[in-house]
């Protein structure tokens, strides 16, 4: 086959483009020009590793296959659909033959009529600066043509759906079901509210949905029509839409959305809430506590020992309350009281966590170890206090032996790991999990004090910061609390 | 102590619509042995209307100092605060704002308007007789007010 694309008159013919890449056996590529990143839509760098097939249509893939198997020394061709970035499948011709190593293959695709590369054609339909703009963001977005097939997406698309839906139809590719749960909300932007969003089938329309796919997750979809960017006329509409999963949890969104703030309105409103209760109980429990004790010290002399108990536990009790909104005025301090992030040493953050333990570190002779510390992108003052509530557990909960305390960081692919490791009394796995819940205790309060805040906080900080963290420990054997910190692009490899 | 004449005891006026806070202020200061006289205006209408001397507070005597709360019926303590300090005639009483919020907000906003002194009500006993003794302390010996108290 030498021809592509049916009979054009010789006037339109111009030379093809070829674009090379060189394969495994398997079709895994090893290298490829820039046209191959230019034409399919992905960064240069993340081709490498990628399999050919996965830039084809999935119907063709066995004939792809078929022909990477064919023996080796046999230059081999075909046409397969490709999947052209904006442009959905466009059948291609491959030429296949032995490459420059063994086991490997030259494959040339050989293009007619692709499109011109952007320094040609200026990027009249605006998708590669949308593409761009798209790369930047960590929300769902995807850019539909009038049929509803998937021209872009931004990247946190595919993560989420668990492909690549660029050239599938969207309907297909996020089979979606209407959640009659919940009302469709009105959007108060003009613009949507003046074109009705169609969902006739092939483009979904604005409304909440449910996700059969991933455990009915709740999805709030929101459509915008615009000009379809296929169309040059500019006569079909297209649709930008934009998916917000909903949480089932107020907090640990940022768990999945790496950081993004949790901002929903109900959660603002608990925020206040929170606060405000916090600071109205406040007052009424002033005064409990205050007369109690003038009352005690009033009327101690005329107070049977009876009597002075009955005071002191109901002091005892005021005393826990006013902690107990304390800690609740702390915890809504992790969000409301956020800075935003920068580049921080850790270091840093480790030593001023130390200085404000000086005390309790002088009492218990705690003895501390401090491993290599990278920088990271985190709310400096938020990493102080994380690590603050985790070396003062360590050294709250400690057996016979003098407190040892080791923190350390290791590089990831993509965060870095933080450790900070006890010889402590260690906690029982099947604590695990609730040992970060807000006002959980594993302890009796006269044995340790504290109320359970330090570690809901250091939780709620860190899913801010899209982190995640966990402790390994056995009942007696110490501690080892992790968590770890996503790495910003800002940030280069110490 | 060094005063011009008038009472021997500093006047506070206590802006303050809980009973349990004015009765506190009065066991506190006692327990801390400290005297003041003490005027009480239970809320901003009234407080304005005492520092005016407008019926039914035309016999009333100027206080020293004014001890402040923010949350007050009809008139709130922020508006009392700040039409004390645009007031020719009263702008010169020191006003320490006194109150459970512990809002970066209200605190920057009674400085802006001019507040003395801002302090969040203790919670323990013990640490409400030492605030009233430290403001006693510091505003009848350390600093000067403008009726005449306060030391060297």
Not at chain 1, 74 to 85: I, W
Not at chain 1, 410 to 434: A, C, K, M, W, Y
Not at chain 2, 50 to 77: M, Y
Request: glycine share 8%; charged share 25%; proline share 6%.
């Amino acid at each position: 086959m030498s021809e592509l694309g049916g009979d054009r008159s010789p006037a339109h013919r111009k030379p093809p483009t070829v674009i090379s890449v060189v394969t495994d056996h398997l079709g895994r590529i090893r290298s490829s020009d820039g046209l191959f990143a230019h034409y399919y839509g992905v960064e240069s760098r993340d081709v490498a590793g990628t399999l050919l097939e996965e830039y084809v249509c999935s119907e063709d893939r066995p004939y792809l296959r078929s022909l990477l198997t064919a023996p080796m020394d046999q230059r081999v061709d075909g046409v397969v659909r490709f999947c052209l970035l904006g442009q959905g499948f466009v059948p291609t011709r491959v030429v296949i033959e032995p490459g420059p190593a063994r086991s490997t293959f030259a494959v040339a695709i050989i293009g007619r009529d692709l499109p011109c590369r952007e320094h040609e054609r200026g990027d009249p339909n605006g998708l590669l600066l949308a593409q761009a703009v798209l790369n930047q963001t960590r929300d769902l977005i995807l850019v539909l043509d009038s049929e509803g097939q998937v021209l872009l997406r931004s990247p946190s698309v595919k993560e989420f759906i668990g492909r690549d839906p660029v050239g599938f139809g969207f309907c297909k590719v996020l089979p979606l079901e209407p959640d009659s749960d919940f009302e469709i909300k009105k959007t108060n932007n003009p613009l949507r509210a003046s074109s009705p969003a169609p969902g006739n089938g092939s483009t979904p329309a604005s409304g909440r949905y449910r996700f059969p796919a991933r455990n009915n997750r709740r999805i709030q979809v929101v459509v915008d029509q615009v000009i379809s960017p296929d169309d040059p006329r500019g006569k079909k509409n297209g649709s930008v839409v934009r998916l917000d999963e909903e949480t089932e949890r107020l907090e640990g969104e940022s768990r999945m959305g790496g950081g993004r703030e949790d901002l929903s309105a109900s959660s603002r409103e608990i925020q206040q809430f929170v606060y405000a209760a916090s600071h109205d109980l406040q007052e009424p429990l002033r005064m409990v506590s205050s007369y109690l004790q003038l009352l005690e010290r009033r009327y101690a002399g005329r107070l049977d020992k009876e009597g002075l108990e009955f005071i002191g536990f109901a002091l005892d009790g005021a005393k826990r309350m006013q902690e107990l909104i304390d800690a609740l005025l702390v915890y809504s301090r992790v969000v409301s009281r956020a800075r935003p992030s920068g580049p921080v040493d850790a270091r840093m953050a480790v030593a001023e966590a130390l200085e404000h333990l000086e005390q309790k570190l002088a009492t218990t002779h705690a003895e501390i170890t401090v491993g290599s510390m990278p920088i990271v992108w985190a709310d400096r003052a938020q990493l102080v206090q994380v690590f603050e509530h985790l070396i003062d557990n360590a050294l709250t909960y400690y057996s016979d032996a003098v407190p040892r305390v080791m923190i350390d960081a290791e590089r990831l692919n993509g965060s870095t790991r933080f450790r900070v490791q006890d010889n402590g009394i260690g906690i029982d796995p099947q604590f695990h999990n609730r040992v970060f819940e807000l006002f959980s205790r594993l302890n009796a309060r006269e044995k340790y004090p504290g109320i359970g805040i330090g570690l809901a906080v250091v939780q709620r900080i860190i899913e801010r910061h899209g982190g995640l963290c966990w402790v390994e420990s056995s009942e007696g054997s110490g501690s080892t609390f992790f968590f770890t910190l996503p790495d910003h692009p800002m940030v280069e490899d110490a | 102590m060094n005063r011009m004449g008038g009472s021997d005891y500093v006047h506070l006026l206590l802006v303050e619509d809980n009973a349990g806070d004015v009765r506190l202020v009065r066991e506190a200061l006692r327990l801390g042995g400290h005297h003041a006289d003490i005027s009480v205006a239970r809320d901003g209408v009234e407080a304005l209307s005492f520092l005016r001397r407008q019926e039914p507070h035309s016999k009333a005597t100027r206080p020293d100092l004014v001890l402040l709360d923010l949350n007050l019926p009809r008139k709130n303590g922020r508006e009392v605060l700040s039409e004390i300090k645009t007031d020719a005639e009263l702008c010169d009483i020191p006003v320490v704002v006194l109150t459970t919020s512990s809002s970066t907000e209200d605190i920057l906003s009674s400085y802006r308007c001019h507040a003395n002194t801002y302090i969040i009500k203790p919670v323990t006993l013990d640490q409400y007789i030492e605030m009233l003794r430290g403001i006693q302390e510091y505003w009848t010996r350390i600093a000067r007010l403008p009726s005449g108290w306060g030391g060297a």
